[in-house]
């Protein structure tokens, strides 16, 4: 593998400096680094989603003819990795890596021609309807069901963990339109319109003191026939296309690079008397920092198969758990760095919004958020035990 850039791929990337110099506001920057979830806040993540879609950058794993950028493997990298360099907020990912590849993938014309600009543009926020109360890891068990009357299906269950519902104008979901011999016969792959009669989100409020996450509620929710995606029965197949975009579709290495470098600058800080110079904490941030290297290289090789056209595979379970794991040991390296200024928890969300002076620095407010919201990497997107199951099923051949 040749990591030598060109000069070509030199001025991209003094492109994409430029570019991000020029979009991303000290507001964006600021929000970015105290915001304790991988999902930033809509008017921060849209407005660059806005940014990006205006300079033609809006969804760099897209195919051209539905207004992808048409980038090379080293392009792809070289933006993820200044991205991560810079700060930039995270966009809404399930439209832009989740939802929208289903779309193109399996949707008809006219999905394509409505959904596709409006997730480029950010006028559409989408939120995943996925999990239900028993039906986590164990999807394929989901009992949401809609039920066929004439050009319409009727809506009647729960989902659960969904995160951003509360902010979101669409949801894609799975339910249950009949029932077969397996479990995951009968589901299908529906695209809703979050303001229907019928739907009601409440808050889940989870141990980092975040509103992320929601339970959502369907009763007699109609919805259009049309707005369901490919065949009807046949949405076990997308929802796993999906997951494999969720899972190992990103770059995720240059991101943890730059979360590791935020908690070794700390380290070395004289605000956390320079933790540094623990044996313990220096071991284990070198360990980290090999892990991530071997994760680029893996997630280097994916991305040249996504750039031919392929889906990410079941490799993607291999990315998913790493990144899930080293994520956790970042954020555990965290919370041992600032010490016992980890006990003074600021309660209030989003941090970049307090109106007040908070206890602590304003760097270390989101370090023990960032270790609680984390405790989730190894079960949200499948629990780090279905990845292994997976891994070792389709990829080892066991």
Not at 255 to 273: N, Q, Y
Not at 312 to 322: E, F, H, N, T
Request: charged share 25%; net charge negative; proline share 6%.
């Amino acid at each position: 593998m040749d990591l030598t850039f060109s000069a070509e791929e030199r001025a991209f990337e003094q492109e994409v400096r430029d570019t991000i110099a020029a979009s991303l506001t000290p507001e964006m920057k600021r929000a970015t680094a105290l915001t304790p979830s991988v999902f930033s806040d809509p008017d921060i993540g849209m407005a660059w989603q806005r940014a990006l879609h205006k300079k033609g950058w809006g969804a760099p794993g897209w195919p051209v003819e539905h207004g992808g950028p048409d980038w090379t493997p080293a392009q792809r990298w070289i933006f993820e990795a200044e991205c991560a360099r810079a700060g930039v907020p995270n966009v809404n990912v399930m439209g832009v890596k989740m939802v929208g590849p289903v779309i193109i993938g399996f949707g008809s014309p006219e999905q394509k021609n409505f959904y596709l600009p409006r997730i480029l543009s950010g006028e559409d926020y989408w939120c995943q309807g996925y999990s239900e109360p028993g039906s986590g890891s164990d999807l394929s068990s989901l009992k949401t069901r809609a039920v066929r009357d004439g050009d319409d299906y009727i809506i009647n269950g729960t989902k659960i963990w969904t995160t951003h519902a509360h902010h979101a104008n669409r949801m894609f979901a799975l339910v249950r339109t009949s029932d077969g011999e397996r479990q995951q016969d009968g589901i299908s792959f529906m695209l809703i319109d979050m303001k229907t009669p019928g739907i009601t989100t409440r808050p889940i409020l989870t141990i980092g003191g975040d509103h992320e996450v929601n339970q959502v509620f369907f009763d007699d929710v109609r919805v259009r026939v049309a707005n369901r995606v490919g065949e009807e029965g046949k949405g076990w197949t997308y929802g796993k296309y999906l997951l494999e975009f969720e899972r190992g579709s990103g770059i995720a290495s240059a991101k943890l690079r730059e979360a590791l470098k935020t908690i070794a600058d700390l380290a070395e800080a004289d605000v956390t008397g320079r933790a540094i110079e623990d044996p313990d904490i220096a071991m284990r941030m070198s360990e980290v920092e090999v892990d991530i290297d071997a994760l680029e290289m893996t997630e280097l090789r994916v991305l040249s198969a996504l750039q031919t056209g392929q889906n990410p595979g079941a490799v993607s379970s291999l990315i998913k758990l790493r990144v899930s794991e080293i994520r956790q040991a970042v954020t555990r390296l965290g919370v041992d760095v600032i010490g016992n200024d980890g006990l003074a928890v600021e309660p209030a969300r989003p941090f970049y919004r307090l109106n007040h002076e908070p206890a602590i620095p304003e760097e270390l407010l989101p370090v023990v958020p960032e270790y609680l919201n984390g405790r989730a990497y190894t079960i949200f997107g499948g629990s780090s035990e279905i990845q292994r199951d997976i891994i070792a099923k389709m990829v080892l051949g066991l």
